[in-house]
């Protein structure tokens, strides 16, 4: 059981580790908040939503912690961990969700454009959820449209670039390996 849930618990480390020390105090153009962590929720496999939204609810309580915020995070998080699953189906093939019922959720396995689709859907709501709870009303809606926005395209393009990495990493460790 400890050796199926360890890259999880790794990719949960490095995940809370980088917001929490490089993107927490990063705040673009006093507009655009980037949160990085939603690439580990989008990169649990498929297998077990039950265990996926466990480990969505984990990062994001963890984030509320650390940003000593009233349980946004793990609202949103929780949020997006229950309906990954439902967005991977309908953006995806019958087929290709099957193929990934035992694989993490990355780039190569599914393309890099039902990728960028899966994650766009999936940061919409998590910012519209996250910056709506934390103003507590949508009184502010015009205000906060543009942080939301701005932040989606952030989060989107701190994502892409370390599932690119990773798999850039992967391919050259394969490579040594033989």
């Keep these: ?10 990719n949960f480390i490095f ?3 980088l917001q929490t020390l490089l993107f927490q105090n990063l705040v673009m153009f006093e507009a655009a908040i ?3 962590y939603l690439g580990y929720v989008f990169s649990l496999p498929t297998n077990n939503n039950t265990l996926n ?3 969505s609810f984990l990062m994001g309580l963890s984030i509320d912690i650390a940003y000593d915020s009233l349980g946004v995070h793990a609202i949103s998080c929780t949020f997006i961990g229950y309906y990954r699953e439902k967005m991977l189906s309908l953006l995806s093939e ?3 969700v099957d193929d990934l019922r035992d694989n ?5 396995q599914i393309g890099i454009s039902k990728f ?4 766009i859907s999936g940061a919409i709501l998590h910012h519209i959820i996250a910056f709506y709870l934390d103003t507590g009303s949508f009184s502010l809606f015009i205000y906060h449209i543009d942080k939301v926005f701005f932040s989606i395209l952030f989060t989107i393009s701190v ?3 370390i599932q690119l990495a990773s798999i850039k990493l992967l391919q050259k460790s394969l490579r040594k390996s033989y």
Excluded at 1 to 10: D, N, V
Excluded at 104 to 108: G, L, R
Excluded at 116 to 119: E, M, S, Y
């Design 1 to 10: 059981m400890i050796k199926a849930i360890r890259p999880y618990l790794i």
């Design 15 to 17: 995940y809370f580790l």
């Design 34 to 36: 980037c949160y990085v």
């Design 53 to 55: 939204i466990i480990f």
């Design 94 to 96: 019958k087929d290709q």
């Design 104 to 108: 993490n959720f990355i780039i190569d």
């Design 116 to 119: 960028i689709l899966i994650i």
């Design 159 to 161: 994502v892409l670039l």
